[in-house]
């Protein structure tokens, strides 16, 4: 090995984990809009560091591509804000968070808003282990006594032991006083519904595994509370608790009147990908198992599924409905976002029947169409086998010159452009 190398890799293990996985950008020829390629070679290990291991959150963006984007656009000041409008599981809030960078969030899912809010706060986790403690206690003579739900659904994904086991849990959970430390537990309790179910664990949408060997409950949980207290120590070793992370419950197509304020610098959004899989089927174990919690988190409102974007199937109304869902919620971001502004969407080309349909396109034809000018192109490399940050689901980007996966930044213009809303897309 070269001295050179050695001094390059002494360096790379000095830099905290979130700086150490960033993508390698070259840029591409050619264009009016400058572009380049973001290669993310790292395994889903290494971009799942400190609190993004707290919550599989199938169809997450690599951690690494809100840390680009954040490092690419810095916050003027320390009232200026990013607003990731499809929050998801709050990786843009987390990534916020380490670079001192207030953050907000907006998902119509409250377990994802749920989950958001855990992982990018602060979160006091020796009084969460003593609970911890507590709840084992109370779930040694509880679950015998427990009468567990018997309906079709539960039988056929979880085994009799494990479904009196969650129900015993989940009552001791239930009962606790509402805070930070409740909402912790909550997302560690639902975080285990996969892996103690009947189904594969590592599919997006829940498929039986026959051969799936049945985790002990308890034991589950506890692992999880652990790793996840041990993650949010190193976490919080990084942190300033004074920045503010928010994930709010509500759809993007009408944001709160508190985004208002001209402060937003940033939005990182990552809608669904056309023709790929709907939110709500995907986590259908966890709901049923968060049931309970729904109202408490909520405040009732439960009308708010009916604004989920739809991705899947793409038949034309499906497609004609996602893209008028897009013009509508950059909207949006462009009535509260300021001259200089900027806006960098994730989001990728899909087939349908073998045909392409070209999402990159058509999103830049109804951002631009808003007023946005673009800034910059950019597009990622997937990978395949083992190892490697792979979107099997998702779609074959690999090779096929027109399939794209990018992460097309815009901006407000100088002097900001209004175009007229009479320019719809079919909905
Ligand atoms: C691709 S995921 C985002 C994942 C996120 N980047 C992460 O790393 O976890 C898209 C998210 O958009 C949310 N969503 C769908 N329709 C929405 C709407 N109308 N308003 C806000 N969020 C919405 C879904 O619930 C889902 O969590």
């Known amino acids: 090995m070269t001295p050179a190398l050695i001094s390059r890799d002494l360096f790379e293990e000095q830099l905290p984990a979130y700086r150490r996985f960033l993508p390698i950008i070259s840029s591409l020829e050619g264009g009016t809009t400058k572009q380049n390629i973001w290669d993310i070679p790292f395994t889903i290990g290494e971009l799942s560091y400190l609190v993004h ?38 990786t ?42 507590s709840i ?20 056929k994904w979880f085994s009799e032991e494990t479904t009196r086991d969650l129900q015993s849990l989940r009552e001791i959970i239930r009962g606790l006083p509402e805070s930070s ?41 506890t692992k999880k509370v652990m790793d996840m207290c041990a993650d949010h120590d190193d976490y919080m070793s ?18 709160p009147e508190e985004f208002d304020d001209g402060k937003c610098h940033l939005v990182i959004s990552h809608p669904p990908y056309l023709n790929s899989f709907n939110y709500t089927p995907v986590f259908s174990l966890e709901f049923y198992w968060g049931e309970p919690f729904e109202e408490l988190y909520t405040g009732g409102v439960k009308s708010l599924h009916k604004e989920e974007l739809t991705a899947h199937p793409a038949s034309d109304r499906v497609t004609d409905s996602y893209f008028s869902h897009l013009e509508q919620c950059y909207r949006e971001t462009y009535r509260i976002q300021k001259q200089g502004a900027h806006l960098a ?53 690999h090779g096929a010159a027109d399939k794209k996966d990018g992460i097309l930044i815009f901006k407000v213009s100088e002097p900001r452009t209004t175009v007229c809303s009479a320019h719809h897309f079919a909905g």
């Open 53 to 90: 291991s707290h919550y599989r959150y199938y169809g997450k963006f690599p951690s690494v591509v809100a840390g680009q984007l954040l490092d690419q656009f810095p916050a003027p000041s320390r009232d200026h804000y990013v607003l990731d409008n499809f929050c998801g599981s709050g």
């Open 92 to 133: 843009t809030l987390v990534e916020a968070r380490l670079r001192g960078v207030k953050s907000f969030g907006i998902d119509i899912s409250w377990l994802s808003c749920l989950a958001s809010n855990v992982k990018a706060n602060p979160a006091n986790t020796k009084e969460i282990k003593s609970k911890l403690k």
């Open 136 to 155: 084992s206690n109370a779930h040694c003579t509880h679950s015998k006594s427990c009468e567990p739900p018997e309906d079709q659904f539960v039988t």
């Open 181 to 221: 430390e409740k909402d912790f537990l909550l997302v560690a309790f639902i975080g285990i519904i996969r892996r103690v179910s009947k189904a594969f664990d590592a599919e997006v949408r829940p498929h039986i595994n026959k051969d799936k060997k049945q985790r002990n409950v308890l034991e589950a949980f």
């Open 238 to 255: 990084l942190i300033d608790s004074d920045i503010e992370s928010r994930c709010i419950l509500g759809s993007n197509l009408k944001l």
């Open 345 to 397: 969407i994730v989001i990728g080309d899909c087939t349908r029947n073998g045909e392409l349909v070209s999402v990159i396109d058509r999103t830049i034809e109804i951002v631009t169409g808003i007023g946005y000018v673009p800034y910059e192109y950019n597009y990622r490399t997937t990978h395949y086998g083992l190892g490697k940050y792979a979107y099997r689901h998702r779609a074959d980007y």
